[in-house]
Every structure is written in C-alpha cells, then in structure tokens.
C-alpha cells in the first residue's frame, strides 16, 4: 500500500514540476514517470525496513 501511495504522489509532483518548468506533454510524461519510479523506490524501501522492524 505505501509503494502505491508513493508512486502516485511521485507521479503528481513530477507531474507538476513540469508544468512549473513549462514543459510540454511529453515532458509531463517523463517527469512523471521517472517520479513515480523514485516514489516506488523509496516506498519499496520504506516497506522492507517497516517489515523488518516488526
């Protein structure tokens, strides 16, 4: 459930990065996928540590 959450709140932050930056659709894309992808990073990690500690 965390790495969905984190995938998408990374999605939406790349997402609006680009827009900020000005950037066209495909920019928007690859701004939100490679969020997404380091939002899915940090909540598999999240996940392992959590599952470790209890």
Do not use: H, P, S
């Amino acid at each position: 459930m965390i790495v969905i959450l984190l995938a998408l709140i990374g999605g939406f932050y790349g997402w609006r990065i680009a827009k900020k930056r000005d950037g066209n659709r495909l920019d928007k894309l690859q701004y939100a996928a490679v969020y997404c992808m380091v939002g899915t990073m940090v909540g598999l990690l999240l996940t392992v540590i959590i599952e470790r500690l209890i």
